[in-house]
Nanobody, 120 residues
Framework: QVQLVESGGGLVQPGGSLRLSCAAS????????MGWYRQAPGKQRELVAS???????NYADSVKGRFTISRDNAKNTVYLQMNSLKPEDTAVYYC??????????????WGQGTQVTVSS
């Protein structure tokens, strides 16, 4: 069973920064694409950023230039650096692991989520 544990959320003022971390269990991390998603109250869950096993990244238009996704395969961890935060970034942020070529289990796995609140 894969476990994803997010951390780093909290309350921050507009214009501030936070770094989210997602630590993954398992031995195939380096071959898995990873993603950060968020869900605000009353809204659908949406993709924020993703990173492939090769390090290619993709961002939602709303966060381009402000957020950076990265990964440390030695630590089985993916990060989301969030700068210039806005109130509309307030949401629960989730980490997702997509199945890779080494995984017989083809399910996506999700973390439990971490709350990010941007408010003065």
């Amino acid at each position: 069973q894969v476990q994803l544990v997010e951390s780093g959320g909290g309350l921050v003022q507009p214009g501030g920064s936070l770094r989210l971390s997602c630590a993954a269990s398992g031995s195939t991390f380096s071959s898995n694409a990873m993603g950060w998603y968020r869900q605000a109250p009353g809204k659908q869950r949406e993709l924020v950023a993703s990173i492939t096993s090769g390090g290619s990244t993709n961002y939602a238009d709303s966060v381009k230039g402000r957020f950076t996704i990265s990964r440390d395969n030695a630590k089985n961890t993916v990060y989301l650096q969030m700068n210039s935060l806005k109130p509309e970034d307030t949401a629960v942020y989730y980490c997702k692991r997509s199945p890779g070529p080494l995984n017989r289990d083809r399910r996506d796995y999700w973390g439990q989520g971490t709350q990010v609140t941007v408010s003065s």
